[in-house]
T-cell receptor
Framework: DAGITQSPRYKITETGRQVTLMCHQT?????MFWYRQDLGHGLRLIYY???????DKGEVPDGYVVSRSKTENFPLTLESATRSQTSVYFC?????????????FGPGTRLTVT | RKEVEQDPGPFNVPEGATVAFNCTYS??????FFWYRQDCRKEPKLLMS???SGNEDGRFTAQLNRASQYISLLIRDSKLSDSATYLC??????????????FGAGTRLAVHP
């Protein structure tokens, strides 16, 4: 029962580089999400996807790109990394049915941009 | 005003104590409420869902007061393993068919021997 996995778990990159964070879930959940978590802030939604080929912006989408060609994968790309994108990134998934919209999280990717 | 507000703590309590956390939310139309637990440097994990006036799961009791727009989490007989950050989560603004979840910044609990 793999659930939801993220890779890499840790990444150090330089300013200006492109970085892709991977997220994979085995539950066949329709919804997938990307959050970032920084000290002093709660989890902030970057992008989400309701199904394959359907994505939408969250609260802090600038500087990020997502795609969802398959239900189980939801990669997040930082097109040109900046130091302000140093953060912990969590992927989550959910099978939203009526009022039951709890989300389940992957282990996170700790990204440092130097 | 933040959409979901929590006392950041930390709450330092001895083993066996009862501790309560409160959380207030701003969107009166919110329908889903959760408590998540997050250990240091780990992912948030669902602790309890709160869909009606409240519910109990072992030592944990969650209460919802819609009129006052707050949620509480009560932990009885605290264990060392309860030390973590507790996140209050509420569904918020409707966006493209999806009511996004809003996460509070969390309340830290430290249980000591």
């Amino acid at each position: 029962d793999a659930g939801i996995t993220q890779s890499p778990r840790y990444k150090i990159t330089e300013t200006g580089r492109q970085v892709t964070l991977m997220c994979h879930q085995t539950w066949s959940h329709s919804y997938m999400f990307w959050y970032r978590q920084d000290l002093g802030h709660g989890l902030r939604l970057i992008y989400y996807s309701a199904a394959a080929d359907i994505t939408d912006k969250g609260e802090v989408p600038d500087g990020y790109v997502v795609s969802r060609s398959k239900t189980e994968n939801f990669p997040l790309t930082l097109e040109s990394a900046t130091r302000s994108q140093t953060s912990v990134y969590f992927c989550a998934s959910s099978e939203i049915r009526g009022a039951k919209d709890e989300q389940y999280f992957g282990p996170g990717t700790r990204l440092t941009v130097t | 005003r933040k959409e979901v507000e929590q006392d950041p703590g930390p709450f330092n309590v001895p083993e066996g104590a009862t501790v309560a956390f409160n959380c207030t939310y701003s969107n009166s139309a919110s329908q889903s409420f959760f408590w998540y637990r997050q250990d240091c440097r780990k992912e948030p994990k669902l602790l309890m869902s709160v869909y009606s006036s409240g519910n109990e799961d072992g030592r944990f009791t969650a209460q919802l007061n819609r009129a006052s727009q707050y949620i509480s989490l009560l932990i009885r007989d605290s264990k060392l393993s309860d030390s973590a950050t507790y996140l209050c989560v509420v569904n918020g603004a409707h966006s493209g068919g999806y009511n996004k979840l809003i996460f509070g910044a969390g309340t830290r609990l430290a249980v000591h021997p």
